[in-house]
């Protein structure tokens, strides 16, 4: 390639370099423009919980809920919370065959049944670990 060519390629070169950051100096600006149209718009919607609208909704914490489900979920299988994984297992068959509706005549023993499997499902293995680690925290 002579001298012509190379002084071609490197101001052509230059114009794609400047095309390219005109197009990122745009991109920021529309990005600049966007975060500030979304910042102002939760600003204006906070409401309760010194968080952002909510629908009416009060902030509930996620960590309650969970704590909640797995306080009802040990006591449909009636055991303590403290309950190892062996010891879920095991509730779990004893009162899967008590309430299971092909021993059970009872009408209600398919619902229970039901609740039973459940419960059980949500006592796995991480959702035990998860409360433990909770417990350990001495989360309230």
């Known amino acids: 390639m002579g001298e012509y060519g190379r002084k071609y390629v490197k101001k052509e ?7 390219q950051e005109e197009r990122r100096q745009q991109q ?14 939760q600003s204006q919607n906070q409401q309760s919980y010194g968080g952002y609208n909510t629908g009416g909704q009060v902030f509930r914490d996620p960590t309650d809920s969970f704590i909640e ?4 979920s040990c006591s449909t299988l009636e055991i303590p919370v403290t ?3 062996y ?28 609740k039973i499997n459940e419960a059980y499902e949500f006592l796995n293995d991480g959702n035990v670990d998860r409360y433990e680690q909770i417990s350990k925290n001495n989360y309230n």
Do not use: C, G, V
């Open 13 to 19: 070169n230059e114009r794609k370099y400047r095309e």
């Open 28 to 41: 920021q600006q529309e990005w600049e423009e966007r975060f500030k149209q979304w910042y102002d718009y």
């Open 69 to 72: 489900k797995y306080k009802s």
């Open 83 to 85: 309950t190892d994984k």
């Open 87 to 114: 010891e879920i297992k095991l509730a779990y068959r004893k009162m899967a065959k008590k309430y299971h509706p092909d021993i059970n005549k009872d009408p209600n023993a398919t619902e229970k049944f039901q």
